[in-house]
């Protein structure tokens, strides 16, 4: 099986002796044929388990859907579960409308339901339910407020899982030397469904012309201290990114890194330098996306 290394500007030899864990993070080994697992065949060692189902069985599910209607509107759809927090919210991509709602949902034996090959979080106005055995090719999300309800089928296996970091596995949480999360993304899943505004009737999904990018992370040990994550779209479809930017509270470390796919087989870790520019806000954006196209 062959295995390429890729070097990153200031990037550390994997032959070098180096100590600092922020220098490690930066050399990546990247395998063609395990970055290009579809969910449904991806692995990650982590804490005993070789399984992504079994990673799936907890953790925080967020869901951002770019949806076009067969009408031809637009949507952003958000979609969260995590811990006793149930969040959705829609935004027209036209208007800018906006429309938020959340419920203290904490899961327990009545609403939660999970199996080797179940899962189903279910409550009255929001839900994440496995519709395949290995919980992770199908999704079923449902939320429901006062102004709007969504239901989307979000279709895993037709996008590439992308695993942050490189292997999926971050070193993130309060405590540098000890904490870790399992983090992976399917960045462009095909999406249908159905979305309602208010009392007018049902918008369909076009399914042609809509995705899904679903994020999952297990937090094992606590909340990282001062974090911002970001996903990224350019207007190259081929080109999906995961952007962490976090310090340590125990040193003055700084960890600023990106996950990146270019097409469907060139998974990359990139450092970068993190700036901030309130004036500038939007075009800050476009800027960034446009230095991960060129490599920099």
């Known amino acids: 099986m062959a295995v390429n290394h890729f070097a990153l500007p200031g990037q550390v030899s994997p032959h070098s002796k180096a100590d600092s864990v922020s220098q490690r993070l930066l050399y990546c080994t990247y395998t063609p044929s395990q970055a290009a697992y579809r969910a449904r065949d991806i692995r990650v060692n982590h804490r005993g388990s070789d399984d992504q189902s079994e990673d799936q069985n907890s953790g925080s599910y967020w869901s951002s859907a770019f949806i076009t209607t067969t009408t031809g509107k637009q949507f952003l ?137 679903y994020d999952h992370q297990n937090i094992y040990d606590g909340a990282q201290y001062n974090f911002t994550w970001f996903e990224a779209h350019s207007p190259d479809s081929r080109i999906r990114v995961s952007i962490w930017a976090y310090d340590w509270s125990d040193s003055s470390e700084e960890w600023r890194y990106a996950t990146v796919r270019v097409g469907e087989e060139t998974m990359m870790v990139l450092p970068y330098t993190w700036q901030v520019d309130w004036n500038d806000t939007w075009c800050r954006v476009h800027r960034i996306a446009r230095s991960l196209k060129d490599g920099h």
């Open 77 to 213: 759809l958000i979609h969260h579960q995590y811990a006793v927090f149930c969040k959705s919210s829609v935004l027209d991509l036209d208007s800018l409308k906006y429309w938020k709602h959340w419920d203290h949902c904490g899961p327990n034996n009545d609403t939660k339901t999970l199996t080797s090959d179940s899962l189903s979080v279910r409550f009255p106005d929001f839900s994440v339910v496995a519709t395949t055995p290995d919980k992770i090719s199908g999704l079923e999300l449902f939320a429901k407020s006062p102004d709007y309800s969504f239901t989307l089928d979000v279709e895993c296996r037709t996008s590439k899982v992308l695993l942050n970091g490189g292997n999926g596995v971050i070193a993130w949480g309060p405590d540098r030397a000890n904490s870790n999360t399992t983090h992976w993304f399917i960045p462009a899943a095909r999406t249908s469904g159905s979305l309602t505004l208010g009392t007018s009737k049902p918008l369909a999904v076009d399914p042609s012309r809509s995705f899904t990018y």
